[in-house]
């Protein structure tokens, strides 16, 4: 069984930055792809960031050049860098890794952005 513990998130004035991160451990003996998603109120929940083994990195057209999502191999870790916040993207931040050719995905931070 994987489990992954989230980190970070909160409530910050548009145009601060918060940081949120996610560790992945159990019996883990592959991973192919670590990500983002968040879900806001009333909304279907949406790929924020993801890096795939040996692909390229995607962001949602929204946020690109604002947050920056990176992996660390050794540590089954995942980080999204948020800069620029704007209150749109106020929602729960979910993280999603891809082991042992399963999804797997995280309870869930809050990150709220006020005007």
């Known amino acids: 069984q994987v489990q992954l513990v989230e980190s970070g998130g909160g409530s910050v004035q548009a145009g601060g930055s918060l940081r949120l991160s996610c560790a992945a451990s159990g019996n883990i003996f592959s991973i192919t792809a670590m990500g983002w998603y968040r879900q806001a109120p009333g909304k279907q929940r949406e790929l924020v960031a993801r890096m795939p083994n040996g692909g390229s990195t995607v962001y949602v057209d929204s946020v690109k050049g604002r947050f920056t999502i990176a992996r660390d191999n050794a540590k089954n870790t995942v980080s999204l860098q948020m800069n620029s916040l704007r209150p749109e993207d106020t929602a729960v931040y979910y993280c999603?890794?891809?082991?042992?050719?399963?999804?797997?995905w995280g309870q869930g931070t809050q990150v709220t952005v006020s005007s």
């Open positions: 999603n890794v891809v082991a042992n050719f399963r999804h797997c």
